[in-house]
T-cell receptor, first 110, second 112 residues
Framework: GQQLNQSPQSMFIQEGEDVSMNCTSS?????WLWYKQEPGEGPVLLIA?????ELTSNGRLTAQFGITRKDSFLNISASIPSDVGIYFCAGQIPLVDMRFGAGTRLTVKP | ETGVTQSPTHLIKTRGQQVTLRCSSQ?????VSWYQQALGQGPQFIFQYYREEENGRGNFPPRFSGLQFPNYSSELNVNALELDDSALYLCAIALAGGNEQFFGPGTRLTVL
């Protein structure tokens, strides 16, 4: 089945630094999504991408849908302590399930 | 505000028992999907319901079953529990006309 490879597995950064994480797949997806999950909660949708090449921002977050439709990246600029959490990429084919990456655990040191 | 809620928050069962997990939404939704999230991993798709019928299924055995009700609530039933069923179970809804899925807080199931 479709497998998503998400990297890095974890990141330890200083407050104010920029962060970049990415997701690749051997399969094509029609939609890429990025979620953030904090302890004891379900994933919260950050950004959804629908077109190959699309670049979308949500505040300090920017994500892109790769041209090949097999990859996506998420950037966080000027990180702050509340950015701490696990970030998941997800690829979706319409009307079917979403496939998730294994997550990137982000730690921000004040 | 989708207001997706799940109950119970957590529970403990023993091998061989059966469990029913519940999900509800404040707003009308198109589909409801259930996911299993093992510790340290991303959510894995179990199945999706649309108009009260199963609309797609992941790689899970038949002892995982579900229901969707007209009042925007849903159930996940797991029979003959195994130790490996211990996980966080998440439901997610997609609003009518949208593809994006919104998750509930999950139910943490521990099987002893």
């Amino acid at each position: 089945g479709q497998q998503l490879n998400q990297s890095p597995q974890s990141m330890f950064i200083q407050e104010g630094e920029d962060v970049s994480m990415n997701c690749t797949s051997s399969s094509i997806f029609n939609t890429w999504l990025w979620y953030k999950q904090e302890p004891g909660e379900g994933p919260v949708l950050l950004i959804a991408l629908y077109k190959a090449g699309e670049l979308t921002s949500n505040g300090r977050l920017t994500a892109q849908f790769g041209i090949t439709r097999k990859d996506s990246f998420l950037n966080i600029s000027a990180s702050i302590p509340s950015d701490v959490g696990i970030y998941f990429c997800a690829g979706q084919i319409p009307l079917v399930d979403m496939r998730f990456g294994a997550g990137t655990r982000l730690t921000v040191k004040p | 505000e989708t207001g997706v809620t799940q109950s119970p928050t957590h529970l403990i069962k023993t091998r061989g028992q059966q469990v029913t997990l519940r999900c509800s939404s404040q707003s009308g939704h198109n589909t409801v999907s259930w996911y299993q999230q093992a510790l340290g991993q991303g959510p894995q798709f179990i199945f999706q319901y649309y108009r009260e019928e199963e609309n797609g299924r992941g790689n899970f055995p038949p002892r995982f079953s579900g229901l969707q009700f007209p009042n925007y609530s849903s159930e996940l039933n797991v029979n003959a529990l195994e130790l490996d069923d211990s996980a966080l179970y998440l439901c997610a809804i997609a609003l009518a006309g949208g593809n994006e899925q919104f998750f509930g807080p999950g139910t943490r199931l521990t099987v002893l």
